[in-house]
Protein backbone atom coordinates (compact mmCIF):
# COMPACT_ATOMS: atom_id res chain seq x y z
CA UNK A 1 0.00 0.00 0.00
CA UNK A 2 1.46 3.45 -0.64
CA UNK A 3 -0.09 5.50 2.21
CA UNK A 4 -1.24 9.08 2.16
CA UNK A 5 1.81 10.31 3.09
CA UNK A 6 3.27 9.24 -0.12
CA UNK A 7 0.35 10.00 -1.73
CA UNK A 8 0.82 13.66 -0.81
CA UNK A 9 4.52 13.32 -1.36
CA UNK A 10 3.71 12.72 -4.51
CA UNK A 11 1.45 15.30 -5.27
CA UNK A 12 3.97 17.46 -4.27
CA UNK A 13 6.38 16.49 -6.61
CA UNK A 14 5.71 14.42 -8.97
CA UNK A 15 2.75 11.70 -9.06
CA UNK A 16 2.74 9.37 -12.63
CA UNK A 17 -0.30 8.82 -12.94
CA UNK A 18 -1.48 12.61 -13.48
CA UNK A 19 -2.63 14.03 -16.73
CA UNK A 20 -5.50 13.89 -18.83
CA UNK A 21 -8.96 12.09 -18.36
CA UNK A 22 -8.54 8.48 -19.01
CA UNK A 23 -9.31 6.72 -22.39
CA UNK A 24 -11.82 4.28 -21.03
CA UNK A 25 -13.79 6.64 -18.78
CA UNK A 26 -13.44 9.11 -22.28
CA UNK A 27 -14.44 6.27 -24.50
CA UNK A 28 -17.55 5.27 -22.80
CA UNK A 29 -18.87 8.93 -21.92
CA UNK A 30 -17.97 10.47 -25.59
CA UNK A 31 -19.64 7.22 -27.29
CA UNK A 32 -22.87 7.94 -24.72
CA UNK A 33 -22.60 4.54 -23.31
CA UNK A 34 -22.23 6.16 -19.84
CA UNK A 35 -25.21 8.87 -19.77
CA UNK A 36 -24.85 11.92 -17.15
CA UNK A 37 -25.99 11.58 -13.74
CA UNK A 38 -24.97 12.13 -10.31
CA UNK A 39 -21.36 10.69 -10.16
CA UNK A 40 -18.67 9.86 -7.94
CA UNK A 41 -14.71 9.99 -8.81
CA UNK A 42 -13.57 7.69 -5.44
CA UNK A 43 -9.99 8.64 -5.21
CA UNK A 44 -10.07 11.40 -7.59
CA UNK A 45 -6.72 12.69 -6.95
CA UNK A 46 -6.05 16.40 -8.70
CA UNK A 47 -9.19 15.82 -10.20
CA UNK A 48 -8.92 14.96 -14.53
CA UNK A 49 -12.06 12.41 -14.28
CA UNK A 50 -13.63 14.65 -12.22
CA UNK A 51 -13.75 17.67 -14.32
CA UNK A 52 -13.76 15.06 -17.32
CA UNK A 53 -17.25 14.39 -16.21
CA UNK A 54 -18.60 17.57 -15.10
CA UNK A 55 -17.40 19.52 -18.36
CA UNK A 56 -19.86 16.41 -19.97
CA UNK A 57 -22.48 17.22 -18.19
CA UNK A 58 -22.46 15.32 -14.69
CA UNK A 59 -23.01 16.50 -11.25
CA UNK A 60 -19.63 15.52 -9.41
CA UNK A 61 -18.53 14.79 -6.19
CA UNK A 62 -14.25 14.16 -5.68
CA UNK A 63 -13.03 12.42 -2.80
CA UNK A 64 -9.90 11.81 -1.60
CA UNK A 65 -7.98 11.53 1.29
CA UNK A 66 -4.78 13.57 0.05
CA UNK A 67 -5.02 17.72 0.67
CA UNK A 68 -2.81 17.88 -1.46
CA UNK A 69 -4.49 16.42 -4.37
CA UNK A 70 -7.39 18.29 -3.51
CA UNK A 71 -6.04 21.53 -3.12
CA UNK A 72 -4.79 20.54 -6.94
CA UNK A 73 -7.75 19.64 -8.06
CA UNK A 74 -9.55 22.74 -6.54
CA UNK A 75 -7.55 24.95 -8.77
CA UNK A 76 -7.48 22.71 -11.71
CA UNK A 77 -11.71 23.59 -11.95
CA UNK A 78 -12.58 25.67 -14.19
CA UNK A 79 -14.78 28.43 -12.74
CA UNK A 80 -17.55 27.64 -15.12
CA UNK A 81 -17.79 23.96 -13.19
CA UNK A 82 -19.18 23.10 -9.97
CA UNK A 83 -17.42 20.24 -8.51
CA UNK A 84 -18.34 19.01 -5.03
CA UNK A 85 -14.60 18.19 -4.21
CA UNK A 86 -14.37 16.62 -0.61
CA UNK A 87 -11.81 15.04 1.51
CA UNK A 88 -12.74 11.45 3.02
CA UNK A 89 -11.27 8.25 3.29
CA UNK A 90 -12.96 5.39 1.12
CA UNK A 91 -12.32 2.46 3.51
CA UNK A 92 -14.37 4.51 6.42
CA UNK A 93 -17.92 3.71 6.89
CA UNK A 94 -19.08 7.47 6.17
CA UNK A 95 -17.81 9.99 4.42
CA UNK A 96 -18.78 13.77 5.97
CA UNK A 97 -20.50 15.42 3.28
CA UNK A 98 -21.60 12.66 1.08
CA UNK A 99 -25.32 11.62 1.30
CA UNK A 100 -27.30 8.94 -1.09
CA UNK A 101 -26.28 7.27 -3.62
CA UNK A 102 -24.57 7.52 -7.33
CA UNK A 103 -25.56 7.00 -11.04
CA UNK A 104 -21.99 6.53 -11.58
CA UNK A 105 -19.01 5.19 -9.37
CA UNK A 106 -15.53 5.77 -11.10
CA UNK A 107 -12.19 4.07 -9.47
CA UNK A 108 -8.87 4.39 -11.34
CA UNK A 109 -6.27 2.13 -9.25
CA UNK A 110 -7.53 3.12 -5.54
CA UNK A 111 -8.70 -0.31 -4.80
CA UNK A 112 -6.27 -2.18 -6.60
CA UNK A 113 -3.71 -0.68 -3.86
CA UNK A 114 -5.49 -1.70 -0.61
CA UNK A 115 -5.29 -5.24 1.21
CA UNK A 116 -7.18 -7.65 3.27
CA UNK A 117 -9.92 -5.37 5.69
CA UNK A 118 -9.20 -2.51 3.49
CA UNK A 119 -10.07 -3.86 0.51
CA UNK A 120 -13.15 -5.01 2.01
CA UNK A 121 -13.76 -1.74 3.54
CA UNK A 122 -13.67 0.29 0.42
CA UNK A 123 -16.00 -2.00 -1.41
CA UNK A 124 -18.64 -1.86 1.34
CA UNK A 125 -17.97 2.02 0.60
CA UNK A 126 -19.13 1.21 -3.16
CA UNK A 127 -22.22 -0.84 -2.20
CA UNK A 128 -23.40 2.15 0.35
CA UNK A 129 -22.72 4.69 -2.47
CA UNK A 130 -24.61 3.24 -4.90
CA UNK A 131 -28.13 1.59 -5.91
CA UNK A 132 -29.63 -0.43 -8.61
CA UNK A 133 -28.67 0.79 -12.30
CA UNK A 134 -25.37 2.32 -10.81
CA UNK A 135 -22.12 1.85 -12.87
CA UNK A 136 -19.03 1.18 -11.70
CA UNK A 137 -15.76 1.56 -13.64
CA UNK A 138 -13.20 0.74 -12.20
CA UNK A 139 -9.79 0.45 -13.48
CA UNK A 140 -6.89 -1.64 -12.01
CA UNK A 141 -3.55 -3.17 -11.58
CA UNK A 142 -4.68 -6.59 -12.14
CA UNK A 143 -2.15 -9.68 -10.85
CA UNK A 144 -3.10 -12.39 -13.69
CA UNK A 145 0.72 -12.47 -14.92
CA UNK A 146 1.74 -16.20 -14.51
CA UNK A 147 5.02 -16.40 -12.06
CA UNK A 148 7.31 -17.32 -14.50
CA UNK A 149 6.77 -13.65 -16.61
CA UNK A 150 6.70 -11.54 -13.71
CA UNK A 151 10.06 -9.61 -13.09
CA UNK A 152 11.02 -10.06 -9.41
CA UNK A 153 8.53 -10.05 -6.90
CA UNK A 154 4.84 -10.29 -6.65
CA UNK A 155 3.13 -8.31 -8.98
CA UNK A 156 1.19 -5.37 -7.22
CA UNK A 157 -2.63 -5.05 -8.37
CA UNK A 158 -5.86 -6.64 -7.58
CA UNK A 159 -5.65 -10.45 -7.00
CA UNK A 160 -7.21 -12.23 -10.10
CA UNK A 161 -11.01 -12.59 -9.46
CA UNK A 162 -11.45 -9.92 -6.68
CA UNK A 163 -13.58 -7.96 -9.05
CA UNK A 164 -15.98 -10.87 -8.58
CA UNK A 165 -15.25 -11.63 -4.64
CA UNK A 166 -16.19 -8.28 -4.19
CA UNK A 167 -18.72 -7.10 -6.03
CA UNK A 168 -20.07 -10.29 -7.99
CA UNK A 169 -23.33 -11.15 -5.82
CA UNK A 170 -24.51 -7.63 -6.93
CA UNK A 171 -23.07 -6.21 -9.91
CA UNK A 172 -23.45 -7.49 -13.58
CA UNK A 173 -19.37 -7.32 -14.21
CA UNK A 174 -18.36 -6.76 -17.70
CA UNK A 175 -14.37 -6.73 -18.34
CA UNK A 176 -13.41 -4.24 -20.83
CA UNK A 177 -11.53 -4.70 -23.92
CA UNK A 178 -8.25 -2.25 -22.82
CA UNK A 179 -6.57 -2.53 -20.99
CA UNK A 180 -5.80 -6.16 -22.56
CA UNK A 181 -5.70 -9.39 -21.05
CA UNK A 182 -2.10 -10.63 -19.53
CA UNK A 183 -1.35 -6.76 -19.35
CA UNK A 184 -1.07 -6.80 -16.24
CA UNK A 185 -4.29 -3.58 -15.99
CA UNK A 186 -7.62 -4.32 -16.13
CA UNK A 187 -11.00 -2.26 -16.92
CA UNK A 188 -14.38 -3.72 -15.24
CA UNK A 189 -17.53 -1.90 -16.35
CA UNK A 190 -20.22 -3.22 -13.67
CA UNK A 191 -24.21 -2.71 -13.04
CA UNK A 192 -25.29 -2.81 -9.78
CA UNK A 193 -28.63 -5.39 -10.19
C1 LIG B 1 -3.05 6.14 -8.04
S1 LIG B 1 -3.87 7.57 -7.48
C2 LIG B 1 -5.11 7.79 -8.72
C3 LIG B 1 -5.78 9.14 -8.70
C4 LIG B 1 -6.91 9.34 -9.69
N1 LIG B 1 -7.96 8.35 -9.51
C5 LIG B 1 -6.39 9.32 -11.10
O1 LIG B 1 -6.63 8.38 -11.83
O2 LIG B 1 -5.72 10.30 -11.48
C6 LIG B 1 -4.82 6.93 -6.11
C7 LIG B 1 -5.58 8.02 -5.36
O3 LIG B 1 -6.37 7.42 -4.36
C8 LIG B 1 -6.25 8.16 -3.17
N2 LIG B 1 -6.53 7.23 -2.06
C9 LIG B 1 -5.85 6.09 -1.77
N3 LIG B 1 -6.40 5.48 -0.71
C10 LIG B 1 -7.45 6.25 -0.33
C11 LIG B 1 -8.41 6.15 0.72
N4 LIG B 1 -8.41 5.12 1.59
N5 LIG B 1 -9.35 7.11 0.82
C12 LIG B 1 -9.37 8.17 -0.05
N6 LIG B 1 -8.48 8.30 -1.05
C13 LIG B 1 -7.53 7.36 -1.19
C14 LIG B 1 -4.85 8.72 -3.17
O4 LIG B 1 -4.69 9.86 -2.36
C15 LIG B 1 -4.68 9.03 -4.66
O5 LIG B 1 -5.12 10.32 -4.99
Not at 17 to 41: C, F, H, K, N
Not at 111 to 123: E, F, H, I, V
Amino acid sequence: MVGRWAYNFMYRTWAPWEGEARSELVDLVTSGRIVPGRAIDLGCGSGANSIFLAEHGFDVTGVDYSPVGLAKARRATPPSLSIEWLPGDLTATSIPGISGTFDLLVDYSVLDDLRGPAQDAMAATVHRLSHPGSLFLMWCFYDEIPWWKRRGGRFPGLAEGGEQRLFGASFEIERLAEPARGSGFACFLMRRS
